[in-house]
């Protein structure tokens, strides 16, 4: 079967300019997501058999799968219950020993296989008097110029769709590969090749490997492409945002930042000082903020997210700080209000099932929206849950956007809160890096800040387990700590 010209580029390629694919099997291979030749040799096996060794039929057990090879030398349907049930099977001999095949109302299997057919199974024995699978993997063996693809090699296992043979598509792929394999480029820039495989030759044994340790190179080859790939998207999509961002200018002017410090029983530690350093550098540059804040627990994330929203409450814009949980939001709430009440800043909460800017409003007798009652007095923190960024909720002249445990949120939730200002600055926390959020940082999506200090006299952290039966004991500790915790800003040096 010739394939394509090979000096077209195997992503400007469709499976549909290859010859002897028709309707069926295009439509199998769009259910795989394959549409081009590039799609075709990224399609990776979910798994190897080695083919240059099999188990004997006799050395089968039921707690290992593996590959064995026979030839069927009976086989037959079984229906029963009237024929709404049936059970095909055929038996496999491999000289010494025989192995029963067994497929549970599947009766369309009976015409993929033929007495005298040599056959590869893959599986786990069900029972051992008679040896027995059901439903194994099966690959009749043929003969012809190709046999080579699939047997006496580590053969590739891919994922399947309805109808699409295994050892077609494995054909297909072989020849893809080789009519298109001079024409692999490197990306840019390419990794250091003393160390991988160069693309080609890892696409090559991703697909048929010499040896399976082959496959493991290949693997890590591809994803570091895929890395090197997103890296460089990441950063083009930054470099964007910032030509056509303007940073709203919301530096501050320490009017509330001095009596806050002053109020608090403690100094902030050297390390909250420098991250702090590092925001405020942001919130006046030319560009918005787009910073992650990391930090243990109790090591003052809150308290600088506290001089952040003071920084763009100084300089006249409103501030959102978004929590997961309504138990978080209502923490927040009541921590912020003891804290910048008697600064002059209103708080507000807006969760799912308490909206304490409405009841005040509504108690007045006033149904203007909010856009208009605070559109003169923008010295307003807004904290929430995901009601904050609703269609009915308006956020006047909105500064900044805090998010607190920023990795229960995803990244459309974040961009639609974000989406209702023009541009505001952008501060997320979290005291629990996932992959997704030091992707998000080492991709360049976000920049970094690091509390990696504690604040003094900080008590020593422990995390236990208890059972349902000790329920009663946990919520007496909690109430007892509760009772003897003092209250207002002074009790947050672990803030």
């Known amino acids: 079967m010739a394939l394509p010209d090979s000096k077209i580029q195997p992503r400007q390629t469709p499976v549909t300019a290859f010859p002897g694919i028709g309707a069926t099997r295009l439509e199998q291979l769009a259910r795989l997501d394959i549409f081009t030749a590039e799609d075709l040799l990224l399609h990776r096996p979910r798994r190897y058999e080695d083919r240059r060794h099999f188990r ?32 095909f099977e055929f038996v496999l001999d491999d000289g010494m020993a025989r192995l029963h095949c067994r497929w549970w109302n599947l009766p ?12 590869f199974v893959f599986g786990k024995l069900v029972e051992t008097k008679p040896r027995t699978m059901d439903h194994p ?11 080579f693809i699939h047997i006496n090699r580590i053969a590739p296992i891919y994922p399947l769709t309805e109808g699409l043979p295994q050892r077609w598509l494995r054909g297909l792929i072989w020849r893809t590969l080789e009519q298109f394999e001079p024409q692999i480029v490197e990306p840019n820039p390419a990794p250091d090749l003393k160390i991988f495989p160069s693309r080609a030759n890892a696409v090559r044994m991703l697909h048929f490997p010499e040896e399976l340790t082959d496959v493991d190179m290949a693997r890590r ?58 925001i405020r550098a942001d919130m006046g540059g030319a ?49 912020f209000q003891k804290w910048f009440e008697p600064l002059g800043v209103r708080v507000e909460l807006q969760t799912g099932s308490r909206k304490t800017a409405e009841g005040r409003e509504s108690g007045i007798g006033n149904q203007t929206r909010l856009r208009s009652t605070f559109g003169t007095r923008p010295s307003t923190l807004f904290v929430g849950t995901h009601a904050l960024f609703t269609s009915g909720f308006d956020l006047p002249k909105l500064g ?13 939730q974040r961009e639609q809160l974000v989406r209702k200002g023009n541009y505001p600055h952008l ?11 030091l992707g998000l ?20 952290v422990r995390t236990v387990v208890r059972g349902i039966d000790k329920h009663p004991q946990v919520w007496e500790f909690v109430r007892e700590n509760a009772r003897s915790r003092p209250s207002g800003p002074d009790c947050c040096t672990g803030a």
């Open 400 to 412: 900044l956007v805090i998010i607190d445990e920023q990795h229960k949120f995803g990244v459309a």
């Open 137 to 147: 993997e099966t690959e009749v063996i043929e003969g012809g110029g190709e046999s």
């Open 427 to 437: 501060l997320v926390m979290t005291a629990t890096p996932i992959p997704r959020t």
């Open 287 to 335: 560009h918005p903020m787009r910073r992650l804040l990391q930090g243990d627990v109790g090591s003052g994330k809150t308290v600088v997210a506290a001089c952040t929203a003071l920084m763009a409450l100084e300089s006249g814009f409103t501030v959102a700080l978004m929590a997961p949980t309504e138990i978080l939001a209502e923490q927040h709430f009541h921590n």
């Open 56 to 87: 004997a039929i006799a050395e089968l057990t039921r707690d290992e799968a593996a590959t064995a090879r026979g030839t069927i030398v009976a086989q037959g349907l079984k229906r029963f219950r009237g024929g709404k049930k049936s059970v």
């Open 108 to 119: 369309f299997m009976e015409k993929y296989f033929a007495v005298g057919d040599e056959v």
């Open 221 to 278: 080859r591809l994803a570091l492409d895929e890395f090197i790939a997103l890296q460089r998207e990441v950063r083009l999509r930054r470099k964007k945002f910032e030509a056509k961002a303007q940073g709203l200018p919301c530096g501050g002017d320490n009017r509330l930042m001095k009596p806050f410090l002053a109020r608090l029983a403690f100094k902030l530690t050297l390390a909250q000082t420098t991250v702090l350093r590092e």
């Open 441 to 460: 940082t080492l991709y360049g999506d976000l920049d970094v800040s690091v509390i990696d200090e504690l604040p003094a006299g900080r008590g020593l």
